[in-house]
């Protein structure tokens, strides 16, 4: 499986600075790198203009959140059928700003994973600790509650959808996960994934995401179960954002 490479915008970027982006990256991006998938998640508001934009790239597009239900009296919700419509390919779901400034809990995340995997999006899974849970030692057992929840309904399916390790204290900090520190996470999440599927995991991609920059990717890639990042604040800039791809080359 690729790598996966994905920059994760967050609330950042009106319609205009989004376009004026891919322009930018497109130029950089010239020529398809082997093993390495790259996506993009802008808002919605210009998730129409930037796939419009990606038209003949290899770029894949992708949203940050979804909700799970087709249609319907959901003042200010998005729907699967919406992306669908617009070439979304990969949604991000569970991220732990939806967690925990907006309060999603697993049951939901849970939901939306599946309505995802129902309308042919690829759900790329958040999870990770707090500062606290780490210091207390609950790190795994804290990313396995996560993940047993998310997939509760997919657990032989889960080639469908990709993880996203993201240590809550690493996000936005500046101080990402140690290799060793992520190493040891995604190896644990690989074991339960091959445990859970029974087997079912070789499609799965465990990818990393905390600080990651154009700095750190290199050490970070080097790791045997790490197979791409979610960035964010890097991913802001499309120099850096292309650096960090080609950090994943060859490793
Ligand atoms: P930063 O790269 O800004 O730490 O954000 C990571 C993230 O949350 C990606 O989803």
């Known amino acids: 499986m690729a790598y996966l490479v994905a920059a994760n ?3 950042n970027k009106t319609n ?7 322009n930018i990256f497109k130029e950089l991006y010239k020529e398809y790198l082997p093993n390495i998938e790259v996506m993009i998640a802008p808002s919605f508001t210009a998730l129409e203009a930037v796939g419009l934009a990606l038209n003949n790239t290899t770029i894949k597009l992708g949203a940050q959140n979804m909700y799970f239900e087709e249609k319907g009296a959901f003042t200010g919700e998005v729907s699967p059928v919406m992306l669908k419509e617009l070439n979304v390919e990969y949604v991000i779901l569970g991220h732990s700003e939806r967690r925990h400034i907006f309060g999603e809990k697993d049951e939901i995340v849970n939901k939306k994973v599946l309505s995802t995997i129902k309308h042919g999006l690829r759900p790329i899974i958040c999870v990770g600790e707090t500062l606290e849970e780490r ?3 609950k790190t795994l057992s804290v990313v396995e509650r996560q ?9 032989r399916e889960v080639y469908l959808v990709d993880i996203a390790y993201e240590p809550v204290w690493a996000i936005g900090t500046g101080v990402n996960a140690t290799p060793e520190q992520a190493q040891e996470v995604h190896k644990f999440i690989r074991e339960l994934l091959n445990s859970v599927s029974r087997g079912n995991d070789k499609n799965t991609r465990i990818i990393y995401g905390g600080s990651v920059n154009e700095k750190n990717a290199r050490e970070l890639i080097k790791e045997k179960d790490i197979e791409g990042f979610l960035v964010g604040t890097a991913s802001l800039y499309p120099e850096k954002f292309y650096k960090i791809i080609t950090e994943c080359l060859e490793v």
């Open 16 to 22: 205009a600075e989004s376009l004026e982006y891919v």
């Open 9 to 11: 915008w967050k609330m």
């Open 135 to 137: 210091e207390l030692g």
């Open 147 to 155: 993940i047993r929840a998310a997939i509760s309904g997919i657990e």
